[in-house]
């Protein structure tokens, strides 16, 4: 339990949600430090500027909350900028255009890692404790799809199975031929909220393939580009599915089996589970008429207790979510996707952002005032 009064930095977009979500659950009487990674990435000078942002604060106990870079178009041209500045200096903003995710990444990391360094080395020069709800190292752990999910299957963690790296949609048929695995995801290795995700099947007599997706091919003359939709659209056309493919690929695409999901009234669903110290709690039910279940694509919230198995599912999905949890010490917090099956649950995807559960509390607390009671137990 801490005992000298904390300080609260918080490493978010000021103007999101998530960051007021948070606030709102800290105590009255809290001191808190926002740093914005506009400010971030644009001080010239990163461990002066925060030397001078944290030398009030010396010999407290610090907190630290690294929340998402997203939705904010001037942090996202900053971020590319810090890997190719000439590249991105004339980028616009193209809202909701499905490109340069690698590149986002490798400026996310490349920020995270020296922001780590930074605030780690000022905690110890004025011996000041610092904590992470999550570090770093383990937010772009979890970032990285591709690897996570081999980590997670290294220690024996389910989850479904993994395809070699592909190129083209000829290799990809050819694999699942090989697999006898007739339907499959494609994602993209570093993204997020269903962006660059294609759920495909193939008939092994026919050839015919069919995608849903969340991205949409726009046509502009004779060039196409590629957007995330709100709306699940279906390809048939070889030509269009192996078009789009090659845009996943370009962001690092990786293949997983897809593990067909139970229903409820006629709709599917998976979980997302919130574990806080390894510990799963808050969770939410999300069904789905198609492949994708992330909310924001129009899917609705559902009771996995109304299904007739549901109770040991849950459980079942509990225990998996903690198991993927306990290999990874340094997450306060973690969001976990997770199927249910007849025989055992599968971690499809591990979120070191995935606390956004608006409206569901457990033991009486929403997803940040738990957050706030498990940093303060420190």
Same mark, same amino acid.
């Given at each position: 339990?801490?005992?000298?009064?904390?300080?609260?930095?918080?490493?978010?977009?000021?103007?999101? @949600?998530?960051?007021?979500?948070?606030?709102?659950?800290?105590?009255?009487?809290?001191?808190?430090?926002? /740093?914005?990674?506009?400010?971030?990435?644009?001080?010239?000078?990163?461990?002066?500027? /925060?030397?001078? @942002?944290?030398?009030?604060?010396?010999? $407290?106990?610090?907190?630290? +909350?690294?929340?998402?870079?997203?939705?904010?178009?001037?942090?996202?041209?900053?971020?590319?900028?810090?890997?190719?500045?000439?590249?991105?200096? &004339? !980028?616009?903003?193209?809202?909701? @255009?499905?490109?340069?995710?690698?590149?986002? =990444?490798?400026? =996310?990391?490349?920020?995270?890692?020296?922001?780590?360094?930074?605030?780690?080395?000022?905690?110890?020069?004025?011996?000041?404790?610092?904590?992470?709800?999550?570090?770093?190292?383990?937010?772009?752990?979890?970032?990285?799809?591709?690897?996570?999910?081999?980590?997670?299957?290294?220690?024996?963690?389910?989850?479904?199975?993994?395809?070699?790296?592909?190129?083209? !949609?000829?290799?990809?048929?050819? &694999?699942?031929?090989? @697999?006898?695995?007739?339907?499959?995801?494609?994602?993209?290795?570093?993204?997020?909220?269903?962006?660059?995700?294609?759920?495909?099947? /193939?008939?092994?007599?026919?050839?015919?393939?069919?995608? +849903?997706?969340?991205?949409?091919?726009?046509?502009?003359?004779?060039?196409?580009?590629?957007?995330?939709?709100?709306?699940? *659209?279906?390809?048939?056309?070889?030509?269009?599915?192996?078009?789009? !493919?090659?845009?996943?690929?370009?962001?690092?695409?990786?293949?997983?089996?897809?593990?067909?999901? %139970?229903?409820?009234?006629? $709709?599917?669903?998976?979980?997302?589970?919130?574990?806080?110290?390894? +510990?799963?709690?808050?969770?939410?039910?999300?069904?789905?008429?198609?492949?994708?279940?992330?909310?924001?694509?129009?899917?609705?919230?559902?009771?996995?207790?109304?299904?007739?198995?549901?109770?040991?599912?849950?459980?079942?999905?509990?225990?998996?979510?903690?198991?993927?949890?306990?290999? =990874?010490?340094?997450?306060?917090?973690?969001?976990?996707?997770?199927?249910?099956?007849?025989? *055992?649950? $599968?971690?499809?995807?591990?979120?070191? =952002?995935?606390?956004?559960? %608006?409206?569901?509390?457990? &033991?009486?607390?929403?997803?940040?005032?738990?957050?706030? +009671?498990?940093?303060?137990?420190?």
């Amino acid at each position: 339990m801490l005992t000298a009064k904390p300080l609260w930095i918080l490493i978010c977009n000021p103007e999101n @949600r998530r960051q007021h979500l948070f606030q709102q659950a800290l105590p009255n009487d809290a001191d808190y430090l926002l /740093l914005s990674y506009l400010e971030l990435l644009q001080t010239p000078h990163l461990p002066l500027f /925060l030397s001078q @942002r944290l030398r009030s604060f010396l010999g $407290r106990p610090w907190l630290v +909350k690294i929340d998402s870079a997203g939705e904010n178009f001037a942090v996202e041209k900053a971020l590319l900028q810090r890997i190719n500045p000439n590249q991105f200096a &004339q !980028l616009a903003n193209d809202k909701g @255009r499905f490109h340069h995710v690698d590149k986002w =990444f490798l400026g =996310f990391k490349s920020l995270l890692t020296e922001v780590a360094h930074a605030i780690e080395q000022i905690a110890d020069d004025v011996n000041s404790r610092l904590q992470y709800l999550n570090s770093p190292r383990v937010i772009l752990a979890m970032a990285d799809k591709w690897e996570c999910q081999q980590y997670l299957r290294q220690h024996q963690v389910p989850t479904p199975l993994l395809f070699e790296p592909i190129n083209n !949609l000829p290799e990809l048929v050819q &694999q699942m031929r090989q @697999r006898r695995c007739y339907q499959v995801f494609v994602k993209s290795r570093y993204g997020s909220s269903a962006s660059g995700v294609m759920a495909l099947r /193939l008939n092994p007599k026919t050839g015919d393939l069919i995608a +849903k997706t969340s991205l949409e091919r726009v046509v502009d003359g004779v060039h196409s580009h590629f957007y995330n939709s709100l709306k699940v *659209k279906t390809y048939r056309e070889p030509e269009q599915i192996a078009e789009l !493919l090659q845009q996943i690929v370009l962001q690092q695409a990786y293949v997983e089996a897809w593990v067909p999901k %139970p229903q409820i009234n006629g $709709r599917q669903f998976d979980l997302r589970i919130l574990l806080l110290n390894g +510990k799963a709690g808050h969770y939410v039910t999300r069904t789905s008429l198609t492949p994708m279940t992330n909310l924001h694509l129009g899917n609705q919230r559902g009771d996995i207790l109304a299904h007739h198995d549901g109770e040991r599912m849950l459980q079942q999905a509990f225990a998996v979510a903690e198991q993927a949890a306990s290999i =990874f010490p340094e997450a306060g917090c973690i969001g976990a996707d997770v199927i249910c099956g007849k025989s *055992k649950a $599968r971690v499809v995807e591990l979120n070191g =952002f995935g606390d956004l559960l %608006p409206h569901v509390s457990y &033991q009486g607390l929403s997803s940040y005032q738990a957050q706030v +009671k498990a940093m303060q137990c420190y």
